[in-house]
């Protein structure tokens, strides 16, 4: 975009919420500047046009509602006014609708990066980026061309600038005490990149009369009364600018962690916001979230009517339902949000550090710097042992070793955590919106579908029971606690016994270990778990059969203790190996984007 | 159907109690109990003429002792003396028993002074010293207190044990033990450290609300009577569940010292 002024480079200032030429520092409101930057545009307007066709084309809502130009951005209008002002003001403004419609068909101009290496896109309106791809974090020339996308309906401008930014991530690196120092290489600060993520935005309703069930149940003498009562309120409720990530490569991950972005501060969108950051393409459908938001809505409500009827009146367990929850489409719009965004590749990994533009809270994948880790470990138990010495009652040698067996048991229980979170993070399980885009056949749709389900029938279930013989349940209950009971004391000395003569870890482990391995086949690269756990499963056994020996010959302690030892050392190290396979991601794959269209929503 | 059902299924709960119950309840006449070891020719001797024990525990606190017959004999007994007259009485019958050259352990259970007594003879009381036995009784005065004179006799007995086996192998395994456990505990504490380093908690909704444009609107509550039903429960059987536990609270006293009378033995007593 050029300075209406000199012709200079403008750019978004977030310090002052104003566009900001490069040359002349004069200051422009965004909705003032006519994008002019994308050769396919309209040929070029003279200064003095520019106000008039600038208002021509610009976006409906800034144009029908409000006067941007005189108005201080402060106190701009917000989407929120917008859209429950198209609601109250439909008849009313049946032309404006019909500007709505013509906006919607208005296509924002871009010029599209890819990146040769993973695939992933990036948007800009200038034609200048800087050679590296932000999602797998290498040192390529991006291809280029123009593209074009449906333009989002609200933004928020980013409040946070680069210095800030970095400031904010450079702190947090310092407290992150076990980082590569590559981190905190101020050269590797610059590729901080600003870019606007596009954001599905819910405005949900629950409005109208609300009948409950309910009872209140008192004694009187010999008897129990129960009285049934209908519940009746009338609900006004909204939650309006609830937000889910609409870019399947944004995991949720972060999008949980960064927010949450203040719906207050969106504003109507401008090509202008633009200038100086990037954004990303909306790939994923509304309709993904759509239950997480009449969830959360639903939730919300439940809790507060739940309580403070009068007369000490409660309510019939499972009746959410009864809620009222109005959304339409209508009440779904996109809104690009500011965030900053800067990988770390390192092999064939790579971590991502995400700030919210908005409030600068900050989420990152943080790798581990292995050494200075293994380094902190051994220093630290220095004075574990000096602690140790002290502390560690007498205890017989076999004992001695049926204790390290059971840390061993503890490491490999460690471990198979691990692994399972790793599997889970790279097949990004939890990334609802990744899931929404990639399975192609629904198979991980329908499955949490089919989880839903199973989980509604089980509390139904549980309703009933408790609706049923509450004296069979209690009595239950009683025989049951009894039986238990008696096992454990039964199993107190036994289990003692067993635990203290080192049988049971070898096998415990083995068991953790098995699962490890069957969990790492999962993975991207399984050698890590199969180097550090068959260590640990091919020691422990040995150490027990050594200890046992050591009943007649006493040095076999020793070996029995290395074996153990070294066994659980070599467990431990593996999972700092995978704590980094944790803290990391696989680099994005070219081969995923196959699917991919560039067509917008 | 459905009576019938519930009918079945107390007469079922009615068994189980029965079954579980049972062999709680079952004594055995006979409680003095030995076993010699072939190797060293020393005994491990249970007896109990207090009938603290069940047969069971009897077995099983004679397994204990066993280990121990490698050092030399092992004596259980419980008995219902006037105060003062446990130390006397134990040094007594371990002399009568196995004369005053050979080595080994008494431990004495007195029902009459509520007092635990565990002495060392003969060559084991320069291992088991009385500072030893007086730490190994206070560690266990508990269980006697609860009434588990089973669990009371068997941790002395293990403790005894620790005792003799560590000063066999001695010092130098447990430090190059030590080494490892100290290393993997620092592993852990850093795998701790490392966890709250790198935990982001996701947003509340507190939080997420605030940055909503939100209305919480409930009004013209009430509350409407529909129908009121009452059903027969008479109040006592109301708490059935409920039986309240009294502890014997006998307040415990440490009687540490020891009074060394003649002889090459140590001892360590403590009242419950
Ligand atoms: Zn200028
Ligand atoms: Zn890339």
Known sequence: MKCPRCGGELRFDPAIQLLKCDYCENTFIPSDVKDDAIPDAEEHVSQTDKETAGNAKNDHMADTFTPVDTTPLGEAATVEDIVSRTGEEETEVKDKQDAVKDADTDELKLVEYTCPNCGGTLYSVEESLNGFCSYCGSQVMLQSRFSSMKPPKGVIPFKVDKTKCKSIYEDHVKKSFFAPKELKDPNYLEQFRGIYIPYHVYNVDLKGPLDLSGKKEYRRGDYVYTEKYVCHADLDCYFHGLSYDASSSFDDHFSETIAPFDAHSIVPFEPAYLTGFYADMPDVGHECYAKDVTTFAVDEVYKSVSTGWPGGVSLNSGQKSKIPVHMTPRDIYTAFFPIWFLSYKKGDRVAYAVINGESGKISCDMPVNTRKFLAFCFLLAIPVYLLLAVVMPAMNPSKMIALIQTLGCICAFIMMCNVSSIVKKEKRLDDKGYMYKYSNDKDIMEALKKKEEKERKKREKENKKSGGNIWLILAVILCLGQFIFVALCALGYVGYTVLSSGMIQPLLTAVFIWMSFSKAKELTAPRIVYKGGIPLMVAAPLALIFSLVARASDPMFYVSAAIIGTGVIIGLISIVGLKNLLYTRPLPQLAREGGDTNAPV | ?272
């Open chain 2, 1 to 272: 159907m459905r009576r019938f059902d519930i009918k079945r299924a107390f007469g079922l709960l009615i068994a189980v109690f029965l079954i579980v119950l049972l062999p709680v309840q079952v004594f055995a006449g006979d409680n003095v109990k030995s076993y010699t070891n072939s190797d060293t020719g020393y005994e491990a001797y249970v007896d109990d003429p207090e009938f603290l024990l069940t047969a069971s525990e009897v077995d099983r606190v004679l397994s204990s002792m066993k280990d121990l017959t490698d050092e030399g004999n092992v004596v259980f007994v419980t008995v219902n003396l006037k105060a003062g007259a446990a130390e006397r009485y134990a040094e007594n019958y371990y002399q009568d028993r196995y004369g005053t050259e050979a080595p080994g352990l008494i431990f004495l259970i007195d029902m009459g002074d509520r007092l635990l007594l565990l002495q060392a003879h003969n060559g084991l009381d320069s291992k088991i010293t009385g500072s030893k036995a007086n730490s190994i009784v206070d560690n266990v005065y508990t269980y006697a207190g609860d009434g588990d004179y089973a669990k009371c006799a068997i941790s002395v007995y293990e403790q005894c044990d620790d005792v003799l086996a560590g000063l066999r192998i001695a010092e130098p395994f447990k430090y190059i033990s030590n080494i490892f456990i100290a290393i993997i505990v620092a592993f852990l504490l850093g795998f701790m450290i490392l966890g709250i380093m790198t935990s982001t908690p996701a947003a509340s909704n507190k939080e997420i609300i605030k940055g909503l444009f939100s209305q919480l609107g409930i009004s013209n509550r009430n509350a409407n009577l529909i129908n009121v039903s009452k059903r027969y429960s008479p109040q006592s059987s109301g708490s059935s569940g409920g039986g309240s536990s009294h502890s014997s609270g006998g307040s415990y006293h440490s009687s540490g010292g020891h009074h060394s009378s003649g002889g090459h033995h140590s001892s360590g007593s403590h009242h419950f």
